[in-house]
């Protein structure tokens, strides 16, 4: 019996590449029919035969409160009853910076766009603009949205640039982007020295969420902030994944506590402040964000920019988020789920660690944490898509890649994740060795 899963696929295919809107939904690289998503509530979605899964993916991270929460429901239905999109500007985007400014103090200007690759795109060229220069360095593992001259992987060595991860990205786009490892201190090092004055920016996520969960060491964000600013580049923290998930104050926040007095020069930020819908920004201090037009010669602009349904969904995600013991609450369920997951893995004898922050969390088939994307890849990807085909089997919706990163609700309850503990102890148990 076909399942309608397969049918509606089968119908995406023919006139939708691959089936899927996004690469990653296709299931490519665990195999099998990806789930056609019926609706949502809480910490559950339905596929469109009626079977209930536990959402750990949260649309890849923006669904921090839950699906369908009240608070944002209303927000959104009155937004919509307003008028869907003037192309003027409005308070609720005043009121959306000023929320983002206040947990995000390292930002003393944001402007508003409609997706992160806009977003990591934008702030390139202000870094570009704001330093006369050209050259950009960012690692191996992380992603930045889909812009040409971030579509890259290493080239020979660190006196050569990058090549195209993609076709359709000219050799000399990417000619200018330096990809080095994630955090390893002397390749940096040797990087600012050969390049010290052509550098525009150094971008990171401070924690990588598409290579699972990696964190960079606090010595390795430390020396990025210091070799900025002694050579003049700028520090670009791409947390549209980290931003206001691993803390209300985003990833620097982690940092700042180990670092203190710590600050990126730019934020590029996307996924939970929007809530779900399309929604990204980026921000700095005054000097820099002045490069934009129409105050500065950097341009950028966009049609739907600072939408009013948009906003009015960020700011009652972000209103929910700035509760007090929102994140406590959050971080410790995200903990207990990766420490009942290691447990069982233990009592299956199944090689595997995990972490987690705030409502985020990676876990790998590895003995112990990778620190960069060759040891990532290391992981185990038999067992991983046994696990996850078991789980998914099970009802619960891991993310269908063991590159990505998965996410924990306020929604889900302590029963959630027990439920799910509980089928990993079974599903552990029958991984092929
Ligand atoms: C998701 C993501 C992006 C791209 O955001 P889109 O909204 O998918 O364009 C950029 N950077 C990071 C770190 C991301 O996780």
Redesign the pocket.
Known sequence: MTDLNETLFNRAKQIIPGGVNSPVRAFKAVGGTPKFIDHAKGAYFWDVTQKRFIDYIGS??PMIVGHSHPEVLEAVQKAALEGFSYGAPTLREIELVEALIKITPSMEMVRLVS????A?MSAIRLARGATGRTKLIKFEG????HADALLVKAGSGLATFGNPTSAGVPAEVVKDTLVLEYNNLSQLEEAFSLHHDQIACVMI?PIA??MNFVRATPEFIQKCRELCTRHGALLVF?E??SGCRVALGSAQSVYAKLLPGFEPDIT?M??VIGGGMPL?AFGGKKAVMEQLAPMGPVYQAGTLSGNPVATACGLATLNIISRPGFFDNLNQKTKRLIKGLEQVASQASVEFCGDAEGGMFGFFLLPELPQNYPQVMKSNSAHFNQFFHGMLDAGVYLAPALYEAGFVSAAHTDADIDETIEHAAKVFKTLKH
């Open positions: 890849w991270g997706s992160g690759t806009e990591a992380c992603y930045h949205g996520e969420g598409n791409d549209v994944m590029v996307g996924k990204a």
